[in-house]
């Protein structure tokens, strides 16, 4: 859920512009404001200052896992089997734009059935840390989707490669999610989608 630029007949949604910017490393947008947006998402959901845990309410069940529903091409798919075959302690990466999911694996089974023929549909399940999260927030009440029990990632944000099973129909990739990009190298390589 987004809003769409270029008024109501838009074909570019906020979000799928930062993910485009992101993805192409297209420093003329990064300029022309596109630094600017991330700056201010990241202002709600980087939370270092903060003594609060920006999770899910207590009264919501939650396995700490998070899922998205998401088309890659198909070439892009070999980023993740390449991370796979690296040691255990190599196997983390940053994810260049803001990352959604939600708790509920019904919001990712619809985003799966929207995916175009000529994408490569795959499951993302995120597994949160227990302890706090430094960059990713439960954005439910302040969504303009409000119902999908959505968490955000922060763009550059750290993850783990857990499993892969490129045999699965939806292909099925597990990430953990850590806890602090601070305390990771900023040279972990970055994946052009998600």
């Known amino acids: 859920c987004d809003h769409t630029l270029h008024g109501s007949t838009g074909d570019m949604t906020v979000y799928k512009a930062l993910t485009k910017t992101a993805r192409e490393d297209d420093a003329v947008l990064w300029r022309r404001g596109g630094m600017r947006c991330i700056k201010a998402l990241h202002?709600?959901?980087?939370?270092?200052?903060?003594?609060?845990?920006?999770?899910?309410?207590?009264?919501?069940?939650?396995?700490?896992?998070?899922?998205?529903?998401?088309?890659?091409?198909m070439d892009k798919i070999s980023f993740w089997n390449d991370l796979m075959?690296?040691?255990?302690?190599?196997?983390?990466?940053?994810?260049?734009?803001?990352?959604?999911?939600?708790?509920?694996?019904?919001?990712a089974d619809r985003f799966l059935n929207l995916v175009p023929a000529h994408l490569q549909k795959v499951h993302f399940v995120l597994e949160w840390p227990e302890e706090e999260c430094l960059h990713?927030?439960?954005?439910?009440?302040?969504?303009?989707?409000?119902?999908?029990?959505?968490?955000?990632?922060?763009?550059?944000s750290?993850?783990?490669?857990?499993?892969?099973?490129?045999?699965?129909?939806?292909?099925?990739?597990?990430?953990?999610?850590?806890?602090?990009?601070?305390?990771?190298?900023?040279?972990?390589?970055?994946t052009e989608w998600h």
């Open 43 to 73: 202002a709600s959901v980087v939370h270092r200052a903060t003594a609060n845990l920006l999770r899910p309410p207590p009264t919501m069940q939650w396995d700490m896992e998070s899922h998205r529903g998401t088309g890659i091409s």
């Open 85 to 107: 075959q690296q040691p255990t302690r190599r196997r983390k990466y940053r994810v260049p734009m803001p990352l959604a999911s939600s708790l509920y694996r019904r919001v």
């Open 136 to 156: 990713g927030v439960y954005i439910d009440a302040v969504s303009a989707c409000q119902g999908e029990a959505e968490m955000l990632l922060a763009a550059f």
């Open 158 to 190: 750290a993850v783990e490669l857990i499993a892969i099973d490129d045999a699965a129909d939806p292909v099925h990739i597990r990430l953990r999610v850590l806890p602090d990009n601070k305390a990771e190298p900023e040279y972990l390589p970055i």
